[in-house]
């Protein structure tokens, strides 16, 4: 359980909470216009918004469990967009992580903000439901255990940095931290291709 779901979810959630987007960027501009809470705010919008899209992607695949076919070709694209993320992560530098500024109401702009971004969609769709399906109730919920702690922690503690100083977070040290996940994330799309593979084969 812990190497085949909580391990993968805790840091395919690390890798999320840290790489650039529309998330992070307000988490970022969040606490550098107004305080520490409003970025924490916004750092936990996914516990809320994200609700929805994991109720129809448990219950849609729990469906699909018996349709090899369909269950592969959804882990193989599952594998390539974390390649694409992985991609995305190599690619990142400095300025990615300049903040935007923006108004108050830091929770429901967060929340708007991720329901109308198509990434949660496009993960549970394919990702997140690749690795619910593989296991019981309980392998999923160690999976969203450990996706959601790491994800929400790394924003909270992109805040936290943030609020201490705007330098850290534009470090090159950071930076390199994000590119070593995506290098990580690579790892785990190959698993999860060879998966679908599996999957097609049946």
């Known amino acids: 359980m812990m190497t085949d779901f909580l391990l993968p979810g ?24 107004y305080s520490r809470s409003n970025g924490i705010q916004v750092s936990l919008a996914p516990l809320i918004s994200d609700i929805p899209i994991l109720l129809a992607t448990y219950f849609l695949f729990d469906q699909l469990r018996d349709m090899s ?21 190599l690619r990142v530098n400095e300025s990615k992580f ?15 903000v991720n329901l109308l971004s198509p990434h949660p969609y496009i993960f549970w769709f394919s990702v997140g439901g690749s690795y619910m399906v593989r296991g019981n109730l309980m392998d999923c919920g160690s999976f969203l255990v450990g996706f959601y702690l790491l994800l929400v922690g790394s924003k909270v503690t992109v805040a936290l940095v943030t609020h201490k100083g705007k ?8 930076v390199f931290l994000i590119r070593g996940l995506g290098c990580v994330l690579f790892g785990f799309s190959f698993l999860l291709i060879r998966s679908g593979i599996a999957y097609l084969r049946h």
């Not at 650039?20 to 550098?32: A, D, N």
């Not at 076919?69 to 992560?89: D, K, P, R």
């Open 10 to 33: 805790a840091i395919i959630g690390l890798t999320a909470g840290l790489s650039p987007g529309p998330l992070l960027t307000l988490v970022i501009s969040e606490t550098l216009m």
């Open 69 to 89: 076919t369909i269950l592969g070709a959804i882990t193989m694209l599952g594998g390539i967009f974390l390649a694409y993320l992985g991609y995305v992560n």
């Open 98 to 112: 300049q903040a935007n500024r923006g108004n108050s109401h830091s929770m429901r702009k967060a929340i708007i």
């Open 167 to 174: 330098s850290i977070l534009q470090s090159k040290y950071f």
